[in-house]
């Protein structure tokens, strides 16, 4: 089975994409931060909030891929 199925990396990925939500989200709140604009015309805030729903999202999937493997052993 590819690593990526597997509901604990899920859960890692989605803890580490969460994080680097929230790591981004301060550095755009800190005083001085210039208000460049990223990817796709994003700015920091805006990647961060990104981050953050793909975390969330890939969490949610890893913790119901979890409970569909216990049940079917």
Do not use: C, H
């Not at 301060?26 to 990817?39: E, F, K, N």
């Not at 805006?46 to 891929?65: A, C």
């Amino acid at each position: 089975m590819a690593y990526w199925k597997e509901w604990k990396s899920l859960i890692g990925g989605g803890i580490g994409f969460v994080i680097l939500g929230i790591i981004m989200i301060v550095l755009y709140t800190m005083p001085g931060a210039s208000g460049a604009r990223g990817m796709g015309g994003m700015n920091m805030m805006q990647s961060g909030i990104v981050f953050l729903i793909i975390g969330i999202v890939m969490m949610v999937t890893g913790w119901m891929l979890r409970g569909k493997r216990e049940e079917v052993k």
